[in-house]
């Protein structure tokens, strides 16, 4: 069960830090990974991470957009700077990437949270 919290409201040129609850059964938090959808828009990658140490950012989002993972808890991170208005979505927590699998795509990842809302004014 993947639990996403910390989403909320925020001016352009803040800051927020989204967090994912993760359960230790049933799956592998080896390959983690935030998405977002924007109303009307299709469900998009932002950022994954592998082995809680290689990263991997959408262009979107490199030198604004931090992931990381804390297999201690466990959690997964997003730490956002910088936001925009176009960050607006519904924030969603995946885990499990199928191996050899494309990390930017949806039918990749076999489990997700229910998402948190970012809205950036």
């Known amino acids: 069960q993947l639990v996403e919290s910390g989403g909320g409201s925020v001016q352009a040129g803040g800051s927020l830090t989204l967090s994912c609850a993760a359960s230790t059964y049933g799956y592998s938090e080896e390959f983690m990974g935030w998405f977002r959808q924007a109303p009307g828009k299709a469900r998009e990658g932002v950022a994954a991470?592998?082995?809680?140490?290689?990263?991997y950012y959408d262009d979107s989002v490199k030198g604004r957009f931090t992931i990381s993972q804390d297999n201690a808890k466990p959690m997964l991170y997003l730490q956002m700077n910088a936001l925009k208005p176009e960050d607006t979505a519904m924030y969603y927590c995946a885990a499990d990437l199928v191996t050899g699998g494309n990390w930017r795509s949806i039918d990749h990842w076999s489990y997700w949270g229910q998402g948190t809302q970012v809205t950036v004014s």
């Open positions: 991470i592998y082995g809680g140490i290689t990263t």
